[in-house]
C-alpha cells in the first residue's frame, strides 16, 4: 500500500485484475475522463490507482465522535 502525501501519480504499463463494478458519478467520470485522455491509460487503472495512493489523504468520522476544533 503506497502512503503519499504528495500529488497522485499515474505510470503508464502494469496489468490490473478487474474485480468489481463502481459506478461513478458524472462529475468523477467527466474527471476519469480527462485522465484518460492525457494518460492514454484504461480507467480501470486511473481509479485504482487514486485508490490507492488517496488512502492516507482519507479521515473517517462517524457520529459518536466529537469533531476537534
Do not use: F, H, W
Amino acid at each position: 500500500m503506497s502512503r503519499n502525501n504528495g500529488p497522485i501519480v499515474l505510470k503508464a504499463g502494469g496489468q490490473y485484475e478487474c474485480i468489481g463494478t463502481v459506478r461513478l458519478t458524472p462529475e468523477a467520470e467527466k474527471v476519469v475522463r480527462r485522465l484518460k485522455a492525457k494518460t492514454g491509460l484504461p480507467i480501470r487503472q486511473i481509479v485504482s490507482e487514486i485508490i490507492v495512493q488517496s488512502e492516507s489523504l482519507i479521515t473517517i468520522n462517524t457520529d459518536d465522535e466529537e469533531p476537534e476544533i
